[in-house]
């Protein structure tokens, strides 16, 4: 397993190569972006038959890349048995009420050999507390007011939040062994918001190296509430 904690706010590179390996042998591989939006997360490779479910059929019609579009809730949707090579979700099950039935079906739409690769907030962070206790409101004028994010209404990509704390890395991590999945990647970094906003505010900047700081020194190094995302990529081992 791989395993990296770090500040470098794109992790996409290294998610890239594990999922480049997981279909290194396979022709066609039969990829599903769960909760897909607007667009796709990796590069596809031509050869990908890209299929996407969302819960918002506006998001589905704007997303180019799809062979197929299904519009349904991750959490009650249900696939034939181990039928995706490769399924992403990336940002979504922090805004789901049941993420565990979520991954459980997608767990089983996996085809042995495949990766499930989850992103998600990470809850231990200040990120994720501070999105955890405070209401939906509070977010949409953050990233309108702070963010700038000045997109109309009907364009704004952000749901409310539940936030379980079924979805902390350990503890999605516990899940994947109960399904029947190993950790290939479990990485913490600082995402893109904060590295923003470091990038905007000297203030927050030091603000945030003391955060990290300290919370390392208070736990000795277990925990460092400046690594606000995480990566899981999980795989069903096994003879495709």
């Given amino acids: 397993m791989e395993r990296w904690r770090g500040r470098n706010g794109d992790p996409k590179t290294r998610v890239q190569q594990v999922v480049d ?36 059929m506006r998001q589905l019609e704007r997303n180019t890349s799809l062979a197929e579009k299904v519009h349904g809730d991750l959490q009650v949707y249900r ?20 993420p565990v039935a979520a991954i459980t079906g997608l767990a089983e739409a996996l085809r042995p050999g495949g990766g499930l690769v989850l992103a998600f907030p990470n809850f231990w962070s200040l990120k994720g507390l501070v999105t955890k206790f405070t209401p939906f409101r509070l977010h949409a004028w953050f990233y309108r007011y702070i963010l700038g994010d000045r997109r109309r209404i009907e364009e704004l990509d952000q749901f409310p939040t539940p936030f379980r704390l ?6 999605i991590v516990a899940l994947g062994r109960r399904l029947g999945l190993t950790t290939v990647l479990d990485e913490h970094y600082e995402g893109p918001v904060q590295t923003h906003m470091r990038a905007r505010s000297r203030l927050a900047d030091i603000a945030f190296a003391c955060l990290g700081w300290g919370s390392r020194l208070v736990t000795g190094g277990r925990l ?3 690594l606000s995302d995480c990566v899981v990529i999980l795989q069903r081992t096994g003879e495709r």
């Fill in 166 to 171: 079924a979805i902390s890395p350990a503890r």
């Fill in 224 to 226: 460092d509430l400046g």
């Fill in 21 to 56: 390996r997981l279909l290194v042998n396979v022709e066609a591989p039969r990829v599903l972006e769960a909760g897909c939006g607007s667009m796709s997360r990796l590069s596809a490779a031509t050869q990908w038959h890209m299929t996407g479910i969302d819960i918002s």
């Fill in 79 to 98: 696939w034939p048995s181990r039928c995706f090579d490769l399924i992403v979700c990336w940002d979504v099950i922090e805004h789901l009420n049941d």
